[in-house]
Antibody, heavy 117, light 108 residues
Framework: QVQLVQSGAEVKKPGSSVKVSCKAS????????ISWVRQAPGQGLEWMGV????????TYTQKFQGRITISADESARTAYMEVSRLTPEDTAVFFC??????????WGQGTLVTVSS | DIQLTQSPSSLSASVGDTVTITCQAS??????LSWYQQKPGKPPKLLIY???NLEIGVPSRFSASGSGTLFSFTISGLQPEDVATFYC??????????FGQGTKLEIK
C-alpha cells in the first residue's frame, strides 16, 4: 500500500518561503511522478506542478511559474515543494499526490500553510 | 488550458435518491477524466478513472459515463456517508491538469 506522508503545518510571515516535504512509503517512488495540488480555505483543487523523480525536470502551471520549486531526493524517496514570496493569499492546504500520467491515485494527508503577519 | 465546468455547484438529496453531476470540458478530452470525493478535513479520494472505470474498493453505487466534452457522475441509492464535495479532473494530453470547481453534496 503506497503512503505519502507530508511534513507538518507551518505558519509563515508574508514575503518568506516555505518548503513542504512528501515521503513515499515504498520503492515505487522512481516509477511515478509526484504532483502538488493546492486547496485554499473553502475553495477547490488547483494543480501546481509535477516532477518525475529521476528525471529531475519539473513542470509547473503558469500561475506559479517562477514562485515555486519542486524537487525530489530519490535516495530519501522524498519530494519537496517550495513556495517563495508568500502572501496571505497563499494560505492553503498543499497536497502531494502520486501522479500516473495525470491520474492522482494516492494522496498525502495535506500540509496547512498559514501566511500571516 | 482545458477548463472543466461542473454542475450543479451544490445539491441536497435524500437517502436512497439517485443524484447526478455533470462535467463539461472546454476541449475534447476523449476519456481522460476522473472523479474524486473529498470529505471535510480529508484529502480527495479517487473514485472513477478513464471516465467510467470504478477504482478498486469503491462501492458500485458510484458510476460515471461520457467522452469527448460531456461527462456525468451518478450515485444510485444515496447513503449518509456520501456527504462530500465531488470534483472532476482532466488529464488529457499534457499538463496542466485541471479540476472542476466542485459539487457539494448534502443530505436532506
Amino acid at each position: 500500500q503506497v503512503q505519502l506522508v507530508q511534513s507538518g503545518a507551518e505558519v509563515k510571515k508574508p514575503g518568506s518561503s516555505v518548503k513542504v516535504s512528501c515521503k513515499a512509503s515504498e520503492d515505487t517512488f522512481n516509477r511515478f511522478a509526484i504532483s502538488w495540488v493546492r486547496q485554499a480555505p473553502g475553495q477547490g483543487l488547483e494543480w501546481m506542478g509535477v516532477i518525475i523523480p529521476g528525471s529531475g525536470t519539473p513542470t509547473y502551471t503558469q500561475k506559479f511559474q517562477g514562485r515555486i520549486t519542486i524537487s525530489a531526493d530519490e535516495s530519501a524517496r522524498t519530494a519537496y515543494m517550495e513556495v517563495s514570496r508568500l502572501t496571505p493569499e497563499d494560505t492553503a492546504v498543499f497536497f502531494c499526490v502520486r501522479d500516473r500520467s495525470g491520474l492522482f491515485d494516492y494522496w498525502g494527508q495535506g500540509t496547512l500553510v498559514t501566511v500571516s503577519s | 488550458d482545458i477548463q472543466l465546468t461542473q454542475s450543479p455547484s451544490s445539491l441536497s438529496a435524500s437517502v436512497g435518491d439517485t443524484v447526478t453531476i455533470t462535467c463539461q470540458a472546454s476541449h475534447d478530452i476523449s476519456h481522460f477524466l476522473s472523479w474524486y470525493q473529498q470529505k471535510p478535513g480529508k484529502p480527495p479520494k479517487l473514485l472513477i478513472y478513464d471516465a467510467s472505470n470504478l477504482e478498486i474498493g469503491v462501492p458500485s453505487r458510484f458510476s460515471a459515463s461520457g467522452s469527448g466534452t460531456l461527462f456525468s457522475f451518478t450515485i444510485s441509492g444515496l447513503q449518509p456517508e456520501d456527504v462530500a464535495t465531488f470534483y472532476c479532473q482532466q488529464y488529457a494530453h499534457l499538463p496542466p491538469w485541471t479540476f472542476g470547481q466542485g459539487t457539494k453534496l448534502e443530505i436532506k
